[in-house]
């Protein structure tokens, strides 16, 4: 066979044959080379996408460590944040409360909660809640339409929320003048509860209080601070010198201290005025609607539940 393939005559009849095995064995060689081509292309394009994504990366990262330092996030068990569930479910009790159309709720959650991120990033200390009833207060009060412009707040821990409240009631037009009540201790005095000392480390004291109600502007420079209990009696013969148009009841959570503050709350609220009794159906806080759900049922009682925002329950008083 060797000698065969050696034959001029013989290679010369075979070469047509082997041309065309020749031309069949480099067709797939060739493209597996111009899909090597094309797979190099294809990897060096990856890379440098990956490469741009990876800056990206590192951007948002930093942006996201931005606005975990601004909302709080970071060594926090809640941010001031919402997802879009929460605000939906939030305009809509605020909407159902106070009998407002719902895109005014929205839009007063969205104040309200602008107003609570300018506040805790100027002020000193912390507002104690979560957001979504933080902002549920604040967006629901001035809904609501008070008889006048007196407000008595029973606990104010830093005087934060006081300082919320007036900016969002001067957005409805009315220029509140505000009365607080507060034994302005560092350690929160719950009966039965462990409170321990206050999480920020920064004293509750007067001048403290003052720095955070300057926020409010001159209606927060003239707001009256009572230091003591709500239920002492010398601290409410110096309250009781008006009746109040909002009352917002922050106190004492046990239930006997709800019990007496909503019992006094009925005789210093103004004809149509409301209360507001902050922690209404939190499990922590059992004792708050145990002692709201037997006041309300009482046949004497001047108040009406008009419904619950978060959790908190807004009150309005008969005349």
């Known amino acids: ?5 050696k034959n001029p005559v013989t290679r010369r009849l075979l070469r047509p044959a ?11 060689v060739g493209r597996l080379r111009q899909d090597s081509d094309a797979l190099r292309e294809e990897l060096a394009s990856v890379r440098k996408e990956l490469g741009s994504l990876r800056q990206q990366v590192t951007t948002l990262r930093g942006g996201q460590l931005s606005a975990d330092l601004f909302f709080e996030r970071m060594g926090s068990a809640r941010g001031r944040t919402f997802t879009e569930a929460e605000l939906d479910k939030l305009v809509a009790q605020i909407a159902a409360t106070s009998g407002q159309d719902a895109k005014l709720a929205r839009r007063n959650v969205a104040a309200a909660f602008r ?28 809904l609501l339409a008070p008889p006048n412009q007196d407000v008595l ?28 009540v507060d034994p302005l201790a560092d350690i929160q005095l719950q009966p039965g509860a462990k409170m321990g000392t206050e999480p920020t480390g920064t004293p509750v004291r007067l001048d403290v209080v003052r720095a955070n109600l300057a926020f409010g502007g001159p209606a927060g420079g003239r707001t009256r601070v009572v230091a003591g209990l709500s239920g002492d009696l010398e601290v409410r013969k110096e309250v009781a010198d008006r009746e109040y148009g909002v009352i917002v009841v922050d106190g004492d959570h046990s239930a006997e201290g709800v019990a ?16 507001v009794l902050d922690d209404y159906g939190d499990p922590g806080w059992k004792g708050v609607q145990a002692a709201a759900d037997a006041h309300l049922a009482r046949g004497d009682s001047r108040f009406d539940l008009l419904g619950r925002v978060s959790t908190s329950a807004f009150l309005r008083a008969r005349g």
């Open 260 to 275: 007496a503050d909503l019992e006094w709350a009925e005789t210093i609220v103004a004809p149509g005025g409301i209360v």
């Open 153 to 180: 707040e029973i606990g104010t821990l830093y005087g934060m929320f006081a300082a919320a409240l007036i900016r969002m009631l001067h957005r409805a037009g009315i220029e509140p003048n505000f009365t607080i």
């Open 1 to 5: 066979m060797p000698s065969l393939l």
């Open 115 to 142: 107003t609570v991120i300018a506040v805790e990033s100027l002020g000193v200390g912390r507002l104690a809640g979560s957001t979504s009833n933080i902002c549920g207060k604040l967006a629901t009060v001035p």
């Open 18 to 28: 082997a041309n065309l095995v020749d031309q069949r064995v480099r067709r797939p």
